[in-house]
């Protein structure tokens, strides 16, 4: 199940950019790339609203369960109600179902698998002609996302003021990049790797007050918080 916000997006992020003004040309590629790549998170797999879980319990058959992570993060399970699961690897899942359940049946196992992972995207928007959410296995490159997408609209694309939205877990915060990605510098450049909720933009003017409209509107719009592991 996709989260009702990431409907909402593209009209949303359409309507910020038409208010941009002029700025200088994003940093160059060959700069930025390995700032960029060594944000990627490293961490085992994490779980999104749309995975299904099944929960086992070796000396209570009857209690097998399959249960979804919902989009507030959340799933429910039997005797114990509600966790919060979205943004934990499945070991930690794990962890906190077993706690769960040993508050209240000590001596109770339980282990915890995927039984259906829900599609893991890309956002790619502004001047490429297929715009939309693309899911991905493993790691793509920031040029293979506009290949996705179509390929940028030659005639108005400003390859040169490229966008790139992440929502770092390790930090714990979202960051923006702005990047010269013209062309000319595409040949024999470390490509930068792009990761799920990754968010793209190729604009057709030049973008001003980048930290402002992230703070104020993609921040709420984008559900990295899903991404993070929740105390609660």
């Not at 990627?40 to 319990?57: H, M, N, S």
């Not at 799933?75 to 962890?95: C, D």
Request: net charge negative; proline share 9%.
């Amino acid at each position: 199940m996709r989260s009702p916000l990431l409907h909402s997006l593209p009209a949303c992020v359409v309507a910020l950019f038409l208010v941009c003004g002029c700025a200088t040309p994003g940093r160059p590629l060959a700069e930025v790339t390995p700032e960029i790549n060594a944000t990627l998170d490293t961490a085992p797999l994490r779980l999104v609203p749309g995975d299904t879980l099944e929960a086992r319990f070796p000396d209570k058959e009857e209690w097998r369960q399959t249960v979804r992570v919902r989009p507030d993060g959340r799933a429910s399970f039997l005797s114990i109600g509600e966790l919060q699961l979205g943004g934990l690897t499945l070991p930690e899942a794990e962890a906190r179902v077993r706690e769960a359940y040993s508050s209240m049946f000590p001596q109770l196992e339980v282990s915890l698998g995927t039984s259906a992972l829900a599609p893991r995207s890309i956002y790619v928007y502004g001047e490429v002609h297929e715009p939309g959410a693309f899911p991905i296995e493993g790691r793509v490159s920031l040029i293979e996302a506009l290949g996705l997408a179509g390929g940028h609209r030659k005639a108005t694309a400003l390859l040169e003021d490229t966008m790139l939205v992440r929502w770092v877990a390790q930090e714990g915060r979202q960051r923006v990049w702005n990047i010269d990605a013209g062309i000319e510098s595409w040949k024999g450049s470390e490509p930068i790797l792009l990761q799920p909720y990754d968010v793209v933009f190729i604009p057709n003017t030049p973008i001003d007050e980048i930290n402002i409209w992230v703070d104020q509107y993609l921040r709420l719009m984008i559900p990295f918080p899903y991404l993070i592991p929740s105390p609660y």
